[in-house]
């Protein structure tokens, strides 16, 4: 199984809304990412979690709230969100922090 | 600073070959990768390349890297129309990161 899976596919919130999404590995990685990603636009790394723990944080706004419950499962929890938070959200896992990375099918989330 | 270039658009006909061009800052560099979005998904890795190495090859993929100009190279042979997608390259950096190419847009035509 090398396969990232990542639910809801599509996701439309308000601003006002509480959304998660979920991210979910079985290949045995131990880090695990979240990316935002903008039409025509490369992602941009937002968190990186390794064995659990949260490692990196690229200043991201506080209504994104990122949950690594354990070593298979990444969830980012969304609050209050603004219309420019509409992106495709990316899931990445890797063997160990650094190595090569294997993406999930992403969540288009649009903000009304 | 960190900064990766790739040209935004390239046409090739089917069967042709093609070849995306990727630039990087990073001489610290230690691994470069080739991914391939189609519309509307996820980052697919298709390879990626040590820094110690100049050339890597697989099946119809092959990765040349110039670390003295710092210039990384996706040569698709025999190019299909299932290539179309968006090709970024990217580096990783000294503290584990990934820093991504603007993406090439390649359009397979018949």
């Known amino acids: 199984d090398t396969e990232v899976t990542q639910t809801p596919k599509h996701l439309v919130m308000g601003m006002t809304n509480k959304k998660s999404l979920k991210c979910e590995q079985h290949m045995g990685h131990r880090a695990m990412y979240w990316y935002k990603q903008k039409a025509k636009k490369p992602p941009e790394l937002m968190f990186v979690y390794s064995y659990e723990k949260l490692s990196i944080n690229e200043s991201v706004p506080s209504r994104f709230s990122p949950e690594c419950p354990n070593s298979s499962l990444l969830n980012l929890h969304l609050h209050a969100l603004q219309p420019e938070d509409s992106a495709l959200y990316l899931c990445?896992?890797?063997?160990?922090?650094?190595?090569?990375?294997?993406f999930g099918p992403g969540t288009r989330l649009t903000v009304t | 600073g960190e900064d990766v270039e790739q040209s935004l658009f390239l046409s090739v006909r089917e069967g042709d070959s093609s070849v995306i061009n990727c630039t990087y800052t990073?001489?610290?560099?230690?691994?470069l990768y080739w991914y391939k979005q189609e519309p509307g998904a996820g980052l697919q890795l298709l390879t990626y390349?040590?820094?110690?190495?100049d050339m890597k090859q697989d099946q119809r993929l092959t990765v040349l890297l110039n670390k003295k100009d710092k210039h990384l190279s996706l040569r698709i042979a025999d190019t299909q129309t299932g290539d179309s997608a968006i090709y970024f390259c990217a580096e990783r950096n000294n503290t584990d990161k990934l820093i991504f190419g603007t993406g090439t847009r390649l359009q397979v035509f018949p």
């Open positions: 990445a896992s890797s063997q160990d922090r650094g190595l090569e990375q294997y």
């Open positions: 990073d001489s610290s560099s230690t691994y």
């Open positions: 390349i040590f820094s110690n190495m």
